[in-house]
């Protein structure tokens, strides 16, 4: 995702920025509600991460003015302000989501990933990589002709790593992807996985479809090994 961050303390929009990064997000920072709106009417952004209370142009109000230009980016409103009509206030404003300070990072992430989810629904087709195909509908995992059983983990894994065949898949973004944050990522949890992938996908079939790359995570060849 392409999140645009609209914060005035400067403290916080740079980490929530460099968290953003971390999960292999792109992330923009703009610290005033006028340099937000230019940002938001002009770049072509999946999110915008919005402080309610920003000075001058507040996000209430910048909220509104993208809507009245037609701009339909998903809005993430951030306030210290958590009462339930300061929430449909904001709803009301435009935005589609409403979380209060202080705030849970991986809830941050969370909330993102469902509104890029419902924005922006994928298409059901079927993932291939040279003869090595996978059908998100009926998870069925074929080499050629031969299907491949593998657990709800691994498929899911292999899915990730297949949608972005040739591309390096951090272990944050597997961890962040697979297991929604929830196991720790100093574990060897995903190397175990990754192994078990390995031993189903490309050792019976003499294959190397899936690299490690050393200090930064692992690739599935674009010609499926």
């Known amino acids: 995702m392409r999140v645009l961050v609209v914060e005035d303390e400067q403290r916080l929009a740079e980490l929530v920025a460099r968290g953003l990064r971390e999960a292999g997000h792109a992330a923009d920072v703009r610290h005033t509600g006028e340099d937000g709106l230019l940002a ?72 993102l990933r469902a509104l890029h989810r419902r924005t922006n629904p994928d298409p059901v087709t079927v993932l291939r990589a040279g003869d090595l195909r996978l059908d998100p509908v009926t998870r069925r995992v074929f080499r050629d002709d031969a299907e491949i059983a593998l657990s709800a983990r691994e498929f899911d894994i292999l899915a990730l790593l297949i949608s972005r065949a040739g591309q390096c898949v951090t272990r944050y973004q597997i961890l962040d992807e697979v297991w929604d944050g929830e196991t720790d990522l100093r574990s060897n949890v995903i190397d175990v996985y990754i192994a078990s992938v390995r031993s189903k996908v490309d050792k019976p079939f003499d294959r190397h479809a899936i690299t490690t790359l050393r200090g930064a995570g692992y690739r599935l060849e674009a010609d499926g090994g």
Do not use: H, N, W
Not at 72 to 101: H, I, N
């Open 40 to 111: 938001a009417i002009g770049g072509d952004y999946d999110a915008v991460v919005l402080d309610g209370m920003l000075p001058g142009l507040d996000g209430l109000d910048l909220c509104r003015q993208l809507r009245d230009r037609g701009v339909r980016v998903p809005v993430l409103m951030l306030t210290a302000r958590g009462t339930v009509p300061d929430r449909v206030e904001g709803l009301d404003a435009g935005a589609d989501d409403y979380l209060s300070k202080p705030f849970s990072f991986d809830e941050l992430l969370a909330r």
